[in-house]
């Protein structure tokens, strides 16, 4: 005889009540939403007061172009050397105009301390975000997809935005993806579900339906990367000079970096692994055998 036979027929109703609804709904995990996005933005911290280094392969979508680069992070910044341009090898000029960025990045003080600068303030920017994301947003467990964690967001009316980018963080809805493993952020993807205005719009704004979608993948225990990063915004961005509002990145192959990489060791092994300086225009003959001299 079954467990439901041994149940008087009111019984018998109420257990198969209870058996839908805990099939219907998604099953919780042991945290609330709110502490595993917290659990996971403190390691995401975390790794980033590490500062582990990355070379990559990256491909950019830039104005109906395909740009290949390398990617070499340093304590400074990253250095990036051109590769391809919509599936094909660099032009001469297109070539010359990548050789003329890095032989000023490694001759010009004052180039490598821009990269350095601005390498601190974005730095500092997605930490702040990171400290203040549990807060920004409520949060509504989805269930589990595979081994992670599928959570749905939307702007806590009780947050008081501190800066320009929290207020365009705030605008956001979507939905994130927590490893449950590690606890860590595998997907972030949300949709502008209201206009932005900075300083009553004289420092800009940012129009309804923007998005930004960002993917985080596993790199070795503990350490996990960003292997796309996308943005589609439309606006005036005058207090945000240095971000893109429609950005298409994807990144791969990635391998570890000495932790002590400065700009000066990158810009030698993009010349060691490379035929940089190797093409050149009649103009630039003198310039580049010089340059290949110092490399």
């Known amino acids: 005889m079954t467990m439901l036979q041994y149940l008087t027929p009111d019984r018998s109703l109420v257990a198969l009540v209870i058996f839908w609804v805990l099939s219907a709904f998604p099953q919780l995990s042991a945290e609330n939403p709110k502490q595993l996005m917290t659990a996971a ?4 911290i975390r790794q980033r007061k590490q500062n ?3 070379a990559s392969q990256v491909e950019r979508h830039i104005a109906g172009h ?7 992070d340093t304590i400074d910044g990253a250095v990036h050397r051109l590769l391809s341009v919509d599936g094909h090898a660099p032009s001469p000029s297109e070539l010359k105009q990548d050789n003329d960025r890095l032989l000023d990045l490694r001759e010009n003080s004052k180039a490598r301390l821009t990269l350095k600068k601005n390498r601190e303030a974005e730095e500092k920017k997605v930490d702040d975000l990171l400290h203040v994301i549990p807060d920004v947003f409520l949060f509504e467990d989805q269930g589990k997809q595979g081994g992670l964690e599928r959570l749905t967001f939307v702007p806590n009316p009780a947050y008081k935005p501190a800066t320009y980018e929290e207020l365009a963080l705030h605008a956001l809805s979507g939905v994130v993806l927590v490893d449950l493993t590690e606890k860590r952020l595998a997907r972030f993807s949300g949709t502008l579900t209201q206009p932005v205005s900075f300083g009553h719009g004289l420092l800009g704004h940012l129009n309804k339906g923007g998005m930004i979608d960002v993917n985080r993948v596993r790199l070795s225990p503990g350490l996990w990367g960003t292997n796309l990063f996308r943005t589609d915004f439309d606006g005036r961005f005058a207090i945000f000079k240095n971000i893109s509002n429609h950005l298409d990145e994807t990144r791969s192959d990635f391998e570890p970096v000495p932790p002590d990489t ?3 060791r990158a810009l030698e092994k993009i010349a060691h692994k490379s035929a940089i300086f190797s093409q050149k225009t009649q103009g630039d003959i003198e310039r580049s055998h010089e340059s290949e001299k110092v490399f």
């Open 52 to 54: 582990p280094l990355w």
């Open 41 to 44: 933005c403190d390691n995401e």
């Open 66 to 72: 395909v740009y290949r680069e390398q990617e070499i």
């Open 262 to 264: 400065d700009i000066q």
